[in-house]
């Protein structure tokens, strides 16, 4: 299923944007990161399970904001998109 | 329904900063603003096409990315929060 992570950090401080790179590298595992702290994650059950939890321990809960958003398995024709892009698919495969 | 609405913009730059006030401004019309530069809105399908309209007139589609997602009208099960809050629920009543 998709999830999409949203995360809310002050990245004026150097803690905040240390915490926002490592939201990223975790979520980049599952999927990719659409815009600066939006990330669109393809996982199960219990990789979402996981990733909730490693993602919970990372933020600091008195200063940032992390929202989940679950889309089911045919979330295609739920997504759109205007202006620029960046990252590839969450599902795409790369032919290198 | 729910729309997601997510806005990746430069905010380094006044302009960029005038552009997501503009955004949060067209957008808090028909919901809340729940992150920096994440809202959610309740809108009908006419509602929606507008929206859409209004905010591709307001960003700069090269520098900017607006993603649309849908979550239908079954959305409460959908969301989960972790950290701090900010803002009401888009369709909660307000009591004065």
Do not use: P, W
């Not at 002050?10 to 926002?20: P, Q, S």
Request: with cysteine.
């Amino acid at each position: 299923m998709l999830v999409l992570i949203t995360y809310d950090v002050n990245t004026e401080t150097n803690a905040g944007k240390t915490r926002l790179r490592k939201v990223a590298k975790q979520c980049t595992n599952y999927g990719r990161r659409v815009q600066n702290s939006v990330f669109e994650c393809i996982v199960d059950n219990a990789q979402c399970v996981e990733l909730k939890a490693i993602l919970s321990d990372i933020i600091d809960k008195n200063l940032d904001s992390l929202r989940f958003y679950y889309l089911g398995n045919n979330y295609q024709t739920k997504i759109e998109h205007i202006g620029i892009e960046r990252g590839i698919s969450a599902d795409q495969v790369l032919f290198l």
